[in-house]
Nanobody
Framework: QVQLVESGGGLVQAGGSLRLTCAAS????????MGWYRQAPGKERELVAR???????NYADSVKGRFTISRDNAKNTVYLQMNSLKPEDTAVYYC???????????WGQGTQVTVSS
């Protein structure tokens, strides 16, 4: 089992910045990708960014150039630096990881990010 604990959400004005942190514990050696998804009201959950243990990185087109994902493998922690935030970035952000153990993936509890215009 893997446990994911997120922190860093909140309320910010458009153009501002926030940094999300997600710390993993448990069978962390089973993890390859760690990253972030988000879900806005009435919309499906979508990938924001993810980073593999070896450094392979994927971003949603909507956040490229504004968000940066980083990872500290020694601390089993992933970060999401969000700059130039827009009202459309408002969502619950969920930390996610895959795992070679059943059930194959784990989710954090979610943290609210609200961007006011």
């Amino acid at each position: 089992q893997v446990q994911l604990v997120e922190s860093g959400g909140g309320l910010v004005q458009a153009g501002g910045s926030l940094r999300l942190t997600c710390a993993a514990s448990g069978t962390t050696f089973s993890i390859n990708f760690m990253g972030w998804y988000r879900q806005a009201p009435g919309k499906e959950r979508e990938l924001v960014a993810r980073k593999s243990r070896s450094g392979v990185t994927n971003y949603a087109d909507s956040v490229k150039g504004r968000f940066t994902i980083s990872r500290d493998n020694a601390k089993n922690t992933v970060y999401l630096q969000m700059n130039s935030l827009k009202p459309e970035d408002t969502a619950v952000y969920y930390c996610h990881c895959d795992s070679s153990f059943y059930p194959g993936e784990f989710w954090g509890q979610g943290t609210q990010v609200t961007v006011s215009s």
